[in-house]
């Protein structure tokens, strides 16, 4: 979590640094993944966090009619990251 935040705040500023907010963000994944019926996966090497992915369940509008009814559900990747030392092995796939 660290990481990820600490790359995004190099893009914009206004994010506080990652030893700041990985916590308690990572409190809020896990609660946002179970009212969403979402999921964190954790990719291990040994026992060293490589990178995770969060993925949550959201809903297009029941209203809205351009899909069949079945297909309104959908998986939504929020957050995805892959430790930099680790990148290119295929962690990701």
């Known amino acids: 979590m660290r990481q990820l935040q600490d790359t995004e705040r190099k893009l914009s500023r206004d994010r506080p640094p ?3 907010m990985a916590a308690d963000h990572t409190d809020y994944l896990l609660a946002l993944c179970r009212e969403k019926q979402g999921t964190l996966l954790v990719a291990l090497e040994d026992t060293v966090v490589t990178g995770f992915i969060v993925v949550i369940t959201e809903q297009e509008d029941e209203e809205d009619r ?28």
């Open 18 to 20: 990652g030893a700041d």
């Open 66 to 93: 351009h899909l069949y009814p079945d297909y309104r559900q959908y998986g939504l990747v929020t957050d995805l990251v892959v430790d930099e030392e680790y990148r290119g092995h295929g962690i990701a796939r």
